[in-house]
């Protein structure tokens, strides 16, 4: 795929993550493919990842859900994308606070769509926007280090030496 092919695809999976549209969200998937969320955990296959987006993800982000992606670029099965979204909170201790949050979305494609989907998000900065307190933050952002450390790729980083790159450089 290039990056124009590319963007295109974006603008789908953009289209229909604001719409709520669970299944066209989906559709921007391979069949087995997998949305790596930071909240919600892992969906695999597009009936979970459709079932994420409308009855998980819509349901707390409310009707003014926005999802724009930037600087989009491609090499081949490689993409990523800088992206803004923004919410007003429907959870009951949250309701009516409004969230912007930015992101890097990395995105592994097969045949055109998306094999495996990741970001990096800084959710401590959605947190501290909803008002959570200090201390639930604190556990949460914990937890969210402690998967971070336990990721397979994390853990071959930390094995290798200072100097010593995974690609021989």
């Known amino acids: 795929m290039n990056t124009a092919e590319f963007k295109e695809l974006l603008k789908r999976f953009s289209a229909a993550a604001e719409a709520g549209d669970g299944e066209a969200f989906a559709a921007c998937f391979t069949e087995d493919g997998i949305y790596h969320d930071y909240v919600y955990g892992d969906h695999q296959g597009r009936p979970e990842i459709a079932h994420m987006m409308s009855d998980m ?5 409310g009707e003014d859900y926005r999802w724009e992606m930037f600087d989009p670029m491609c090499e081949g099965n490689l993409a990523y994308a800088w ?3 923004s919410f007003t909170s429907t959870v009951p201790e949250f309701s009516g606070k409004r969230v912007v949050i930015d992101g890097m979305s990395r995105f592994e494609l097969r045949d055109g769509l998306i094999s495996d989907y990741r970001e990096s998000v800084n959710g401590g900065v959605a947190m501290a926007q909803l008002g959570v307190q200090p201390e639930r933050l604190a556990k949460v952002c914990a937890k969210w280090g402690r998967m971070l450390i336990e990721q397979p790729e994390t853990k071959e980083y930390l094995a290798r030496t200072k ?3 995974k690609d021989g450089r």
Do not use: I, K, Y
């Open 57 to 61: 993800f819509h349901r707390d982000a």
């Open 83 to 85: 992206s803004l979204s």
């Open 163 to 165: 100097g010593s790159w």
